[in-house]
Structures are given as structure tokens and as C-alpha cells.
């Protein structure tokens, strides 16, 4: 594994090069960071060059200045920089896989700049807006915005995560090294603050999909049926006139590395 920084306008982004072969970029979402995609990245790394990366303003990839809300087309101008500094070029696109906001950001990414990439792979993207009780999760956000000001940070993540109704997951094998899971703990109140809000109320320009040459591929965790999260890529699909493809475990099986990397791998490859 290779280790690069890159300067980009307000922040500096850690990311993680493996591998050999066509670009594959991985964008985690909510309090994740590049190590919670190794496994996933190693499975893969074999036939493609795997790019991880921590966002913007989590973990190891401080903003120049102080927080502020944070906007996904930024986000997805990130991931541009950050694959054109591993070369892919117009001849020699990239596939995409986000998980979570990092799937909402790889949508916003193939929005804006279609000619770097060749498939996305949208794995449950919170892009709320898209449902038809839109205005519940208005509301909800409303409320985790306004708890936080009254009552911290602590207390808003507790109503963001009773409002949204989603299972534990387990996850196979060891527990996330005291590292990660520090670095994930410290990207509790950016996530709660400065994500949560705006992310929650992002658009997508579906005509900008529908017009782009990449390939859009919603993707659905059959564990997490009737999860908002499943429900939008579900919702997603129909719009786009295409199938979400199922992939096991929930909203976070990637943390099952092997089994989804092969769902992964015959996804790109189809």
C-alpha cells in the first residue's frame, strides 16, 4: 500500500493506493475513513489499482480552515482531483464505488464529470429527497439541527439515528483497531454538525445521470430492506429506468470483505 496526500482548495486529503490494473475509487460515507475500505480494497487490489481516501475533514484529512457545512458538489470535486492525481484520463476511465454519503457523492461526481468514469456503483445513498416522505426526513433533519445547538452533539446523533431506524449490523471478523475506531469516534460531531443537515438535502440531477455515458448502478444490502437508505436505492433505480443490484449483508457489508467483493467484481465486470 501506498500512502499520498493531496492539496485541493480548503483541505488536505489523506489516500491509500493498492494494487495494479484500472482505477477503482472507494468513497466511504458518515464516520468512516480510508481503513474502514482495507479489507475491501485488498480483496480487489489483485486486478485493479484501489484508491481509498478520508473525506474532507475527517480523520487524517484536516480542512485549511475552520468547519463549516459541507456540500457535496465539493465533495465530488475532491474525488475528481483525487483520480486525476492517480492518472485517469478520459482513455482510461474509472469505475466508482460509494458507500452511504460516499455513494451520494460518487452520483454527484458522475454528474459533473462523466468522462473520468466508466461505471458507479451507488450502494445506499441517503439522497432522502427522492422519496415520497421526503418531508419526514426534512423534519428529522431539522430536529438533529436543532438539538445539536441546545443539547450537543452527543444528544443529536441519538435522534438522527432513532429518526432513521436502522439495524445494527454485525460485522464479521475482529474489532476496528483502537485507531480506527478513535478516528471514527473524533468524526462524530463533524458528522452530526457539519454533514448530516446538507447531505440529507441534497437534489440529484437526475437528467445530468440519465444524459452522462457512465454507467449508474444503484445498489441495494439485502439485509436492509425497508431501510431508508435501501428504500432511496430502490427509488433511485426506478427513476433511472434500471435494477438495483443486490448485494449481501446491509448498509454496511462491505464489512463482510470476500462475498462483497465478489458481488462487487461481477458487477464492474458485467
Known sequence: ???????????????????????????????????????????????RTVVTYDRRGNSRSPLDGPPALQRIEEHADDAYRLLAAVGVTEDEPADVFGNSSGATIALELAARHPELLRTVVAHEPPVFELLPDADRFRTLMATVARTNRESGWGAAMGVFGAGIGMGEEPVPGPPPAPEFAARMQQNIPFFVTYEVPPVS?????????????????????????????????????????????????????????????ERLRSTLDA
Open 1 to 47: 500500500m501506498k500512502t499520498e496526500t493531496l492539496a485541493v482548495p480548503g483541505a488536505t486529503l489523506h489516500y491509500e493506493v493498492r494494487g495494479s490494473g484500472p482505477v477503482l475509487l472507494l468513497i466511504c460515507g458518515g464516520i468512516y475513513d480510508a481503513e474502514g475500505f482495507a479489507a475491501l480494497a485488498g480483496e480487489l487490489a489483485g486486478e
Open 201 to 261: 438535502a441534497y437534489r440529484l440531477d437526475l437528467d445530468a445521470l440519465r444524459a452522462a455515458a457512465t454507467r449508474i448502478m444503484p445498489a441495494a444490502g439485502a439485509a436492509s430492506t425497508g431501510e431508508p437508505p435501501n428504500r432511496v436505492a430502490l427509488e433511485l433505480a426506478t427513476r433511472l429506468d434500471t435494477t438495483a443490484v443486490l448485494f449481501p449483508g446491509g448498509h454496511g457489508g462491505f464489512g463482510n470483505a470476500r462475498p462483497f467483493a
